[in-house]
């Protein structure tokens, strides 16, 4: 796919199917690896979509599996996900896949590490202020950076030059002695805001983070957290708010689970690209 068809045709339908995209994700997506998306033709018709974005040379992220509804069932896709998986063949590839498609999945040689879970609910609000939260681009990049790699599998530069100033989102970090213990991002979408990442060294700071960022946003702003199931302080931060389950992927990998403290991973960066 070219930047405008991941823009146009992939976030499009991703829309259609009720994945609720960012407003210019498909922009910064795009920027994680420009090889790694790839769109099915039919006659010169785009019918099928899929991303398999190669963060480095080992680790890997399957997403935007579309295929449109009208030509399901014929093989299309089978098509269009082998030739992603043949792209990452040697990556330790990850996705988050609908729970029910687990077992196709596994078939393809995945293997479930955890699920995950969308929370739905309404832009808390507090009178409290937070000195150690400030604006994320007070921070340098190379710190930034430096911290995201101790919670993701792959130093991803490319998407988070863009990711860290998407226009119109709330971007926040957190710091103490000198150095970053939290950031996260909060991005407009189709509907309302969804967090993503929201990284955080211990619940306190990924509570300040998220009081933080919804302080910002207008009364009853819909918020979305994307929170790993396997961290209860993660799933805690989104109950204590009054938000809701509204749905739930299944991380898989098609070899090992990466090495990383997921009880600092209070919300995923995204469904699509990890």
Known sequence: MTEDEVVNVAVEWAAAEGWNPGLSDGYCFYRADTNGFFIGLLDGEPIACISAVAYDSDFGFLGFYIVKP???????????????????KEHNTALDGVVEQQHNYKKSGFRLAYNNIRYAGKSAKSNETFGNIIPLNDVSFEE??????????????????????????????????????GYCVLRECRNGYKFGPLFADDADISNKLFLSACNLLDKDTAVYLDTPEVNPEAVSLAESYGMTKVFQTARMYTKSQPEININKIFGLTTFELG
């Open 70 to 88: 009208e030509y399901r069932g014929k093989g299309y896709g089978l098509q269009i996900w082998n030739a992603a998986t043949d792209y990452l």
């Open 144 to 181: 930034i950076l430096h911290y995201d790699l101790k919670l993701f599998p792959a130093s991803r530069p490319a998407f988070l030059k863009c990711w860290a100033q998407i226009p119109g989102s709330v971007s926040l970090a957190s710091v103490g002695n000198n150095s970053i213990t």
